[in-house]
T-cell receptor
Framework: LAKTTQPISMDSYEGQEVNITCSHNNIATNDYITWYQQFPSQGPRFIIQGYKTKVTNEVASLFIPADRKSSTLSLPRVSLSDTAVYYCLVGEGSSNTGKLIFGQGTTLQVKP | GAVVSQHPSWVICKSGTSVKIECRSLDFQATTMFWYRQFPKQSLMLMATSNEGSKATYEQGVEKDKFLINHASLTLSTLTVTSAHPEDSSFYIC??????????????FGNGTRLTVT
């Protein structure tokens, strides 16, 4: 399983755009990149998933360069409620048994 | 979207007793579920893969006799912490995929179970 590396923590202010980059140098051909958000004492919540180029949904964008060795989660105009831990995971989702290993995650602190 | 439900959300038990945690996929079937454990201010650690109708696959270092996993139906997996001790106190989280929506569907997580062993 590909290992991921993210910054341990980031600070931002309300209304700013936040970009969190994840490194996954050993990503395999069949691997997808998935980002989760976790609040204290809750299970992780799916944010976005992609394979290559750019993916956008109602809450975030995911940018993946051509070599797929990294990815960037972009959160537009963050609010205080976006303060959470964000995890980047890489794995083969198409396999029913495709387990995902969590890295250390990035603790995002949004300040007023 | 796919919903994974865990029960109970929290439990307190005495040392030496056993505790069962249930994980249900509410609106989809899951032949495979994953159990994670999370200590305070740490990341999630994969404990085991629960397989419907067969034995669970445990990660290295996880005692299978300590953490009994049963996946008797396509919507229910249970984790039983046997002879619990204070060091087993942790946040246990299960997850599953809804492959009916297509390949590479993401994992959906339950809201976790906070276990405190006194």
């Amino acid at each position: 399983l590909a290992k991921t590396t993210q910054p341990i923590s980031m600070d931002s202010y309300e209304g700013q755009e936040v970009n969190i980059t994840c490194s996954h140098n050993n990503i395999a051909t069949n691997d997808y990149i998935t980002w989760y958000q976790q609040f204290p004492s809750q299970g992780p919540r799916f944010i976005i998933q992609g394979y290559k180029t750019k993916v956008t949904n109602e809450v975030a964008s995911l940018f993946i360069p051509a070599d797929r060795k990294s990815s960037t989660l972009s959160l537009p105009r963050v609010s205080l409620s976006d303060t959470a831990v964000y995890y980047c995971l890489v794995g083969e989702g198409s396999s029913n048994t495709g387990k995902l290993i969590f890295g250390q995650g990035t603790t995002l602190q949004v300040k007023p | 979207g796919a919903v994974v439900s865990q029960h109970p959300s929290w439990v307190i038990c005495k040392s030496g007793t056993s505790v069962k945690i249930e994980c249900r996929s509410l609106d989809f079937q899951a032949t495979t579920m994953f159990w994670y454990r999370q200590f305070p201010k740490q990341s999630l650690m994969l404990m085991a893969t629960s397989n419907e109708g067969s034995k669970a696959t445990y990660e290295q270092g996880v005692e299978k006799d300590k953490f009994l996993i049963n996946h008797a139906s396509l919507t229910l997996s249970t984790l039983t912490v046997t002879s619990a001790h204070p060091e087993d106190s942790s946040f246990y989280i299960c997850s599953a995929r809804d492959l009916s929506v297509g390949p590479n569907s993401p994992l959906h997580f339950g809201n976790g179970t906070r276990l405190t062993v006194t």
